[in-house]
């Protein structure tokens, strides 16, 4: 599965809820499949989505509250999956973008290869976890998630491509107020 194929079926499925894009190519593929008042780019901060969409699923538990992540900066913050699990909110889902490279950074391979984040998900106290590597599967996984109760974690394989989408052209303050704007709004 592609990349920009996951971040669309992502976005087809939450229309409605507050996505958090990772630094890199996964911001800019969700900026350039759909832009939105409810998506916060993460921009030049690897390692924090999770512990971003934490605060948000926290500080909001009536919001659906999605982290899209990619393997490196997972493993940036492979601390904050043991919060996640231990606070266990309802509303949190995250998914792992897994191509086993940095990829925004010239593709340098990652140790994803040996590492299970659904697994370690689990063993977190994450109330779902689960592995897909195919877009089908992705679909579905991700239609069963809009009702179901979290903390969920996705781990999704993905290929290493050498597609770069263009930067997301949104003044950070801008969109930081327009996410805050959209978050207290409904």
């Known amino acids: ?19 958090i894009g990772c630094n890199g190519l996964i911001s800019r593929e969700l900026h350039s499949i759909e832009d ?4 916060f780019y993460v921009l030049g901060s690897m390692g924090l989505p999770t512990a971003i969409g934490l605060g948000l699923s926290l500080a909001r538990p009536d919001k659906k509250i999605v982290v899209v992540t990619g393997d490196g900066n997972q493993l940036m913050s492979l601390g904050t999956l043991t919060t ?3 606070t ?20 340098q391979e990652t140790s994803s290869s040996t590492t299970k984040f659904h697994e370690l998900a689990k063993n977190s106290g994450f109330k779902h976890a689960v592995y897909v590597d ?44 327009r996410f805050m704007k959209a978050l207290a709004a409904h």
């Open 84 to 86: 996640v699990g231990k």
């Open 36 to 39: 939105r008042p409810r998506n």
């Open 88 to 107: 266990s909110p309802k509303n949190f889902i995250e998914i792992v973008l897994d191509n086993e490279c940095y990829e925004t950074t010239g593709g």
């Open 134 to 177: 195919s877009l089908d599967r992705l679909a579905t996984v991700l239609d069963r998630s809009v009702k179901a109760e979290g903390p969920i974690l996705i781990h999704a394989k993905i290929e290493k491509e050498k597609i770069n989408p263009p930067r997301a052209q949104i003044d950070p303050y801008k969109m930081k107020n």
């Open 1 to 19: 599965m592609r990349r920009h194929e996951a971040v669309k079926a992502i976005t087809d499925c939450f229309k409605e809820a507050y996505i």
